[in-house]
């Protein structure tokens, strides 16, 4: 079973931001499976289904960013997965280029408050992770402005493509594991296409 969360901040006013990729990963993620995620529980809102042949619970925590590992602990614990091998985190990244995707397995937090809640809460860092570039932020943003705004017409494109490209990673993470999909999905944008 596994347990694949998607980051964001609940709200309309933070709908399509940079700090709610994950959310829009997730709803790309049901779309493509028939998955309603519609479920109120855990301080989420979730939803059941398969996905490449696995069972998953797809989870929108509704805690705001910096308190996602309280839901996320509830869900683990709700339904006994292995955190190290049955959870997988969506989030931003500012340290990424617009469109970029990283697949990691364990690590820092890098600054962002919705792994520092999930690593806090989990008591370690060990668990695996989609990265969506969203890009550094400009000189003489506020790091809050700068990922709870909205995209220009060229990077919402690119977010789009990446969206697509992140539902295909988390299915061959699915079947074939994080190593196989990390070699095909960690790199620029342009040179993952040529294939």
């Not at 309603?36 to 809102?45: F, G, S, Y």
Request: charged share 30%.
């Amino acid at each position: 079973m596994y347990i694949i969360v998607g980051l964001g901040n609940p709200g309309r006013e933070y709908s399509n931001t940079r700090h709610n990729i994950g959310w829009e990963v997730i709803d790309a993620l049901a779309a493509e499976h028939g998955i309603d995620v519609l479920e109120k529980k855990h301080k989420a809102i979730i939803g059941k289904g398969v996905i490449a042949g696995q069972k998953c619970i797809l989870v929108k925590p509704q805690t705001y960013m910096n308190l996602g590992g309280e839901s996320v602990r509830q869900v683990l614990d709700y339904y006994k997965a292995d955190e190290e091998q049955e959870l997988i985190v969506i989030s931003d990244d500012v340290s990424l280029d617009v469109g970029q995707i990283r697949i990691r397995k364990k690590g820092s937090a890098g600054g962002h408050n919705g792994l520092k809640s999930i690593i806090g809460h989990l008591g370690h860092d060990v668990f695996q992770r989609v990265k969506m570039g969203v890009g550094e932020k400009p000189k003489g943003f506020d790091l809050a402005d700068w990922v709870l705004g909205h995209y220009n017409t060229a990077d919402r494109k690119s977010m789009d493509e990446a969206v697509k490209r992140a539902v295909q990673a988390i299915e061959l993470m699915l079947t074939e594991g994080p190593d196989v999909a990390m070699n095909r999905y960690n790199r620029k944008p342009e040179t993952a296409e040529k294939e």
